[in-house]
């Protein structure tokens, strides 16, 4: 299957998040390749949206979210469940996409577990130079959205964004 291209992931973010929906989620172990379809997807775009990382800034955390397109940017949430993101568009604009769930693995902490991903991966490559990619298998869904979720801390108008996308 074809390993989404470097120009997939230099595009705005809520066209990636959308498009993500459907593909395949690869991590590659010593046991071998661990594959699942991503499901749900969230998009953080960039310093002025108060429910992104990068909304106060760079710091040592949210360095990452400056890198181009198609890094790989994982932080562990709450001290427990690693949550996986990609960072989209161009250097230096802030703006990733959280891979909120997997078909057989509903939720961010449930599919990094499933599939073994760790902080090992934060700053890495998802443009399959490294161990985790995301494949195009030529699979067609529908996608819905609705608000995301986890983010009490943004203001009102960032959580009531439609920036959640859904396989449907």
């Known amino acids: 299957m074809p390993i989404l291209p470097y120009e997939f992931y230099r595009r705005p973010?809520?066209?990636v998040a959308h498009d993500l929906v459907g593909k395949v989620l690869v991590h590659k172990t010593e046991a071998g390749e661990l594959r699942l379809r991503?499901?749900?997807?969230?998009?953080?775009?960039?310093?002025?949206?108060?429910?992104c990382h990068a909304h106060k800034?760079?710091?040592?955390?949210?360095?990452?979210?400056?890198?181009?397109g198609g890094t790989v940017y994982i932080y562990l949430c709450y001290g427990i469940h690693w949550l996986l993101n990609i960072v989209t568009g161009e250097e230096n604009d802030p703006q990733a996409v959280l891979i909120r769930a997997c078909i057989d693995a509903p939720g961010p902490g449930r599919l990094t577990k499933k599939l073994g991903i760790t902080g090992r991966l934060n700053r890495t490559s998802a443009l399959g130079n490294d161990a985790l990619w995301i494949e195009d298998?030529?699979?067609?869904?529908?996608?819905?959205?609705?608000?995301?979720?986890?983010?009490?801390?943004?203001?009102?108008?960032?959580?009531?964004r439609p920036w959640r996308f859904i396989m449907d």
């Open 57 to 68: 800034g760079r710091t040592n955390r949210t360095e990452v979210l400056y890198a181009d």
């Open 38 to 51: 991503i499901s749900e997807t969230e998009a953080y775009c960039g310093e002025a949206d108060t429910a």
């Open 137 to 160: 298998d030529g699979f067609a869904c529908g996608v819905k959205t609705g608000k995301r979720v986890g983010i009490g801390y943004a203001t009102q108008e960032d959580q009531d």
């Open 13 to 15: 973010c809520l066209d």
